[in-house]
C-alpha cells in the first residue's frame, strides 16, 4: 500500500490509483469509493474497470435504498461485517439476501470526512468471511486518509471550478440519469419519481439498473414504462 500511495503525481486524482491492486494490498476481493451527492444517493466514482461483484453490489444499494454504503455516508460511521451469513436478517432485509447471492462474504465501510463534513465512503467486499488483519486495518485506514485528500480534489473551489480531468462522478452511473431524465420526460413526471420508477422497476423485474436504463435509452422500454 506505500508503494502504491507513493506512486501518486500531481495533481492528485483517485483515477492515478488502481482500485484491484489496492484491493489486492488490503486483502479484499474489491475496492469502490461513493461521493456523497446531496440528498440523492451516493455516486459510485472509483472502482476497478473489471470489477463485477463491487459494482453489482453498489448499484444493488442504490437501487434498494438500503446496504452498507448508504449506512455509512448517511451516518458517518463505520459498517464492519466480517460474516454476512452471521449478520441479522433485519438490519438489511432486502440488500443481505441479493449480496449474499453474489458471493460477497463480508464488507467494511469507511467514512471520507473532514470533521463533521461527510464526503463519501470506502467500501471493501471479500468473498470469504474473516475480520481485517491488523495491519490490513491499519493500511485502510491510511488509504481511506489518502482517499479523502483525493475527494477534495472533486469539490469546486473558491472559484466555484474544479478540474474536469479529476471529475469522476459520471462516470458509472450516467446512463441511469440519462434515463431518468427520458422518463420523465415520457411519464410527464418529476425527475425525483421518474428515478423512483426506475429503480422500482429494477427491482420488481430483477433487472440490474444499469440494463433497465440502457433500454429506455435505446428506446427499448419495458411496456409498463411507456406512455399509453
Known sequence: MTALLGTLGSPPGLGLLP??????????TCVTISARAGAHAPELIWHAPGDRLGTVLEDLQYTLGEGPTLDCVRHGQAVTEPDLERTPGTRWPVFL?????????????????????????????RTRAGPLTLQQHLDTRRFTDTATFL??????????????????????????????????????????????????????????????????????????????
Open 19 to 28: 482500485a484491484d491492486r489496492c484491493a489486492q494490498a488490503l486483502g479484499l
Open 97 to 125: 439476501p441479493e449480496a449474499l447471492h453474489t458471493g460477497a462474504r463480508a464488507l467494511f465501510a469507511l467514512p471520507l470526512a473532514i470533521g463533521a463534513v461527510r464526503l463519501g465512503a470506502f467500501t471493501g467486499y
Open 151 to 228: 475527494l477534495l480534489a472533486l469539490l469546486p473551489g473558491a472559484d466555484g471550478r474544479r478540474d474536469p480531468t479529476t471529475d469522476l462522478a459520471t462516470l458509472h452511473r450516467a446512463e441511469v440519469h440519462q434515463a431518468t431524465g427520458m422518463l420523465a420526460v415520457r411519464l410527464r413526471l418529476p425527475l425525483n419519481q421518474a428515478l423512483l420508477v426506475l429503480r422500482s422497476h429494477a427491482y420488481m423485474t430483477g433487472r440490474p439498473i444499469l440494463d433497465l436504463a440502457r433500454d429506455i435509452i435505446d428506446h427499448r422500454n419495458p411496456p409498463d414504462l411507456t406512455p399509453t
